[in-house]
Structures are given as structure tokens and as C-alpha cells.
């Protein structure tokens, strides 16, 4: 277990963001995190959250804010500019591999309610989803990449739940493969021009 965030004095909602992570890494589930838990961890009064924090989904949305901004590094770590369906498909592993690392975060953040209208969540979401529609632009110049870029999204975020859910196969390099072809498979019918069989 991790030592206790300690917290004298500074930024409290960063402390409770900080604190509320280390439980997740601990093995906290998001579904059951609370803001007195958070407090405990934080060293603080159990009330000091709130003086930020409405309430628990408030305290959930800006721990998903840290989680995009996380997972938008990590994919352009992964891959800076993609410029092909296979460097693509380096990307879609990527997003597979931070959700198996980072599973109580990737759980928190797309399984959790939150503040659509937050404004930092809402950044956070336009980096990540500018990010994917930039690289299928790139990789298929000419096509929708707003819509490609969501069905590419869409598809590499279930495969990224069903590893998490294992039911890809508990070997994560055997996992990651079976991303890597359902991706292509996708993308090949992408280049397909349109009527073609």
C-alpha cells in the first residue's frame, strides 16, 4: 500500500485528485470511492473536500480529466504523427495497453458519471477525440475523419473492455495482436473504395 498523502497546505483539490488516484492504484473500485475516503487518504477533515467538490461525481470528473490528459500523452508517446493504418494500429494498441495499466483509472473514466459540462473534462475529451480524428485525417486523407475517427474510437475503446474484461485472451501480447488485426481489418475495409466487394 501506498504511504498517505500527506497535505499541510496548498492546493487542496489537487491533493483530493491525488489522493482519490492512489486509492484507485490501491485497488479502491471507482464505483464505491467517496469523498471521506479521499479526505482520510489526503489527511484532511472529512469536510474539506467538499469545499470543492460538490459531490463525489465532481471529484470523479476531475479525476477523468487527469486521466485524458494521461491517455493523450500516452498515445502520442506511442505514436507522435501517424501516417498509416499501421502506425494507427500502433495507436489503437496503445489505448488497449494504457486501459490494462492504468484499469482503475480507464475504469473511472469511462465507467463513472461525471460533469459533461466541466470545463476542464470537456478540454481534456477535445485533445483526445482531436487527437484521433488528426490521425485517421492523415491515414485516409479525403475521408470523414470526424465519423471515421469515432468508429475507430469506438472500436478500439470495446476491445480495450473486453481485454479488461478477459475475454480477449489473458496473454497480453496474444491480446494486443487480436487489436492490432481487428483494427486493420477495419481500416482495409476503410481504404476499400466505396461499391467495391
Known amino acids: 500500500m501506498k504511504p498517505q498523502t500527506s497535505y499541510h497546505h496548498g492546493d487542496l483539490p489537487a491533493a483530493c485528485v491525488r489522493a482519490a488516484l492512489e486509492l484507485l492504484e490501491d485497488g479502491e473500485p471507482s464505483a464505491t ?3 471521506r475516503a479521499v479526505a482520510r487518504r489526503a489527511g484532511v477533515a472529512p469536510s474539506a473536500p467538499y469545499r470543492h467538490f460538490a459531490d463525489r461525481d465532481a471529484l470523479l470528473t476531475a479525476v477523468a480529466t487527469v486521466g485524458y490528459g494521461e491517455l493523450a500523452e500516452h498515445l502520442a508517446a506511442a505514436c507522435p ?14 489505448y488497449v495497453e494504457f486501459a490494462v495499466k492504468r ?6 473514466m469511462f465507467g463513472e458519471p461525471c460533469d459533461h459540462e466541466n470545463p476542464e473534462r470537456v478540454a481534456a475529451t477535445a485533445v483526445v477525440k482531436a487527437y484521433v480524428a488528426d490521425l485517421v485525417g492523415r491515414c485516409f486523407p ?24 478477459g ?5 497480453p501480447d496474444t491480446a494486443y495482436a487480436s487489436v492490432r ?13 466505396a461499391g467495391s466487394s
Open 103 to 108: 484499469a482503475a483509472l480507464f475504469r473511472a
Open 167 to 171: 475475454k480477449l485472451d489473458d496473454a
Open 81 to 94: 504523427a501517424p501516417t498509416s493504418p499501421e502506425e494507427l494500429a500502433d495507436v489503437a494498441v496503445a
Open 142 to 165: 479525403g475521408s470523414d475523419a470526424d465519423a471515421l475517427g469515432t468508429a475507430v474510437w469506438a472500436l478500439v475503446h470495446g476491445l480495450a473492455f473486453l481485454e479488461l474484461d
Open 181 to 193: 488485426s481487428a483494427v486493420r481489418a477495419v481500416l482495409d475495409l476503410a481504404r476499400q473504395p
Open 33 to 35: 470511492l467517496s469523498l
